[in-house]
C-alpha cells in the first residue's frame, strides 16, 4: 500500500493506493462472505434491517437496503462493497427484481442461466413473480387485490385509519383527464375528496360567468373541480385567494386535448357546459352540478375522477394506525411489485435456473449484463485508491 499526500489550502488529505492483488482478493472475499451470509438469511426468512428505529423482517425488494447497511471495518472493504452496491442499484434501476439475480450470481461467481421463458405471461405467473420480489405477506395480498381487480396501472393511494385493525384496498373505476391546475393555482393535496365536478368547453373569462357556483360553493365550503379550456388570469387570482383563506374550494383545473375529452366526460355522466350557453352557465348552483360527488386523485399531468365507469382505477390503501411509521416502506413494496408485474405483462416470465423462482424476462436478460459487467470490473481491478483525510 502507498500513501500520496496532497495539499488543498490549508487541509492534508491522503490517497492510499493498494496495489498488491493478494490484498484485493482478500477484503474481496471478507466482503462476499459477509454479504453471503446475508443473502442466505434472506432467503431463509430470517433477515431484518432497521426502518426508522424499528426491526422489519427483509425480502428481495430490499436488497439495496440490505446491501448499503452491511458493516464494513476497513475503507478497502467500503470500497468493494460500494463496487457491487452501485452495480446493484443500476441493475434495479433498469428493472425491478434483477438486483437479487445479479448478487446471488456474482456472490457465485456465475453468470445468471433461465429456463421455460414464456412471452405470454398468464396472472398466477405474474404474480408467482410478485411474491419472487416481497414474499407472500400483507403487501402480496394488497397487490394480488389489486391486479386481480385490473388496476395494475392505477396509482396508489394511503389511507391512515385509527378505526381499522387490518388493511383494506379500497379499488374505485375512475375517468383519466390529461391536464393541469393553472399555473396560478397552487393545490397542496394529492387527492380532493367528494368533490362536486363540473366541465365547461371553452374558456372561462370572467368571474361573472360563474358567480352563482362560487356563491353556492362559498356558502356551502363544498369543494368543486372546475375544469376548462383554459381561465383569465383575474378568475384563477380570485380561486386562489378565497382557497387559501378557506372561503371557498373551487379548484381550476386545465383540459389538455380534443372534443374527446368532453365527450368521454359526458359519457361518464358528468355535467358538461358549453360557454358559449351564457345564461345556462351564469345561473348555475352546486345543485345545478350533480348529486354525485366524486374523489379527484391527482396525478403527473391528469387527474382521475373516481365513482365513474371506465377501465380506469383509483386505488386506495388503508393502513392501520399502528402500521403508519413503516408506510414509506408499504409504499415502496407496493409500487415496485406493480412495476414488475406490468413488466412481466410486457415481456414474459421465466425461471431462474439456481433459485427455481419466477422471474420477468427483462431483469433475467438484465441481470445477466450487469453480472457480466461487475464481474469483468472486479476481476480485472490492478489498484484501488482510497482517498483519507
Known sequence: MLSRRTKD???????????????????????????????????????????????VKAVSSDIIRIVSELPQDDSLGIALRNIILEGLMSSEDHSVGSGSIFLSSLLRGAIPKYKSGKLRAETEEVLEAVSTLIGTGVCYQ???????????????????????????????????????????????????????????????????????????????????????????????????????KKNMFVFPFVAVGEESVYENLRKADIKVIHRDSYLMLRTLTIDDISMKESDIVLDDYMVRIGGVDSTSRNVTVVVPQAYEKNIGLIYDRIVMSLKCARETCRTGTCIETYSGKRVSIKSAINARKTTRSIKKMLEGLGCIILHQK
Not at 498488491?20 to 431463509?44: C, G, H, R, W
Not at 373505476?173 to 387527492?191: A, D, W, Y
Not at 357556483?213 to 379550456?229: E, G, M, W, Y
Request: glycine residues 6%; charged residues 25%; positive net charge.
Open 9 to 55: 489550502q490549508n487541509n492534508v488529505s491522503f490517497s492510499d493506493i493498494v496495489w498488491q492483488d493478494q490484498e484485493i482478493k482478500k477484503a474481496y472475499i471478507k466482503v462476499v462472505k459477509t454479504l453471503q451470509d446475508s443473502m442466505n438469511s434472506l432467503e431463509s426468512g430470517k433477515l431484518t434491517f432497521n426502518f426508522k428505529g424499528r426491526p
Open 142 to 244: 394488497i397487490v394480488r387485490s389489486i391486479i386481480k381487480e385490473g388496476a395494475i396501472d392505477s396509482r396508489i393511494n394511503f389511507e391512515v385509519s385509527n378505526r381499522d385493525k387490518n388493511f383494506l384496498v379500497k379499488i374505485q373505476s375512475s375517468l383519466k383527464v390529461v391536464g393541469e391546475f393553472h399555473e396560478l393555482f397552487s393545490v397542496n393535496r394529492s387527492k380532493i375528496s367528494n368533490a362536486y365536478t363540473l366541465a365547461v368547453d371553452g374558456v372561462i373569462e370572467s368571474l361573472g360567468e360563474i358567480d352563482c357556483l362560487l356563491q353556492s360553493a362559498a356558502s356551502s365550503k363544498q369543494n368543486v373541480f372546475l375544469i376548462a379550456r383554459g381561465y383569465s388570469p383575474d378568475v384563477v387570482n380570485t380561486l386562489m385567494k378565497n382557497y387559501g
